[in-house]
């Protein structure tokens, strides 16, 4: 098993910067892809970034492109969203998650999830 706690969400203008923490607990973190995932109010969760087990390649959802970055630190097992030039339309929950077969596969761990809200 994996757990996994997501921090640092919160409210921010239109333009602003927040910064998403993932601390994981349990099985081992360092050889995993990580991801992050969001849901928006009356939509489905869809997959926000990910970065593999040793940061050498990082995936994008196309709109969070040149916006959002998305870093780990093995030795202290978390992984990080940086997210800059903040949108309306980024307000949703969002949940760290841990691949246990890799990118083609849906995570099998999930965290339970941190409200950002971004006001116009």
């Known amino acids: 098993q994996v757990q996994l706690v997501e921090s640092g969400g919160?409210?921010?203008?239109?333009?602003?910067?927040?910064?998403?923490?993932?601390?994981?607990?349990?099985?081992?973190f360092s050889g995993r892809v990580m991801g992050w995932f969001r849901?928006?109010?009356g939509?489905?969760?869809?997959?926000?970034?990910?970065i593999t087990w040793n940061g050498g390649n990082?995936?994008?959802k196309d709109s969070v492109k040149g916006r959002f970055t998305v870093?780990?630190?093995?030795?202290?097992?978390?992984?990080d969203l940086?997210?800059?030039?903040?949108?309306?339309?980024?307000?949703?929950?969002?949940?760290?998650?841990?691949?246990?077969y890799g990118l083609g596969s849906d995570p099998n761990y999930w965290g339970q999830g941190t409200q950002v809200t971004v006001s116009s």
Not at 44 to 50: D, K, L, P, Y
Not at 71 to 79: E, G, Y
């Open 71 to 79: 870093s780990r630190d093995n030795a202290k097992s978390t992984v």
């Open 58 to 60: 990082t995936y994008y």
């Open 82 to 100: 940086q997210m800059n030039s903040l949108k309306p339309e980024d307000t949703a929950v969002y949940y760290c998650a841990a691949y246990q």
């Open 10 to 28: 919160g409210l921010v203008q239109a333009g602003g910067s927040l910064r998403l923490s993932c601390a994981a607990s349990g099985r081992t």
């Open 39 to 41: 849901q928006a109010p």
């Open 43 to 50: 939509k489905e969760r869809e997959f926000v970034a990910a």
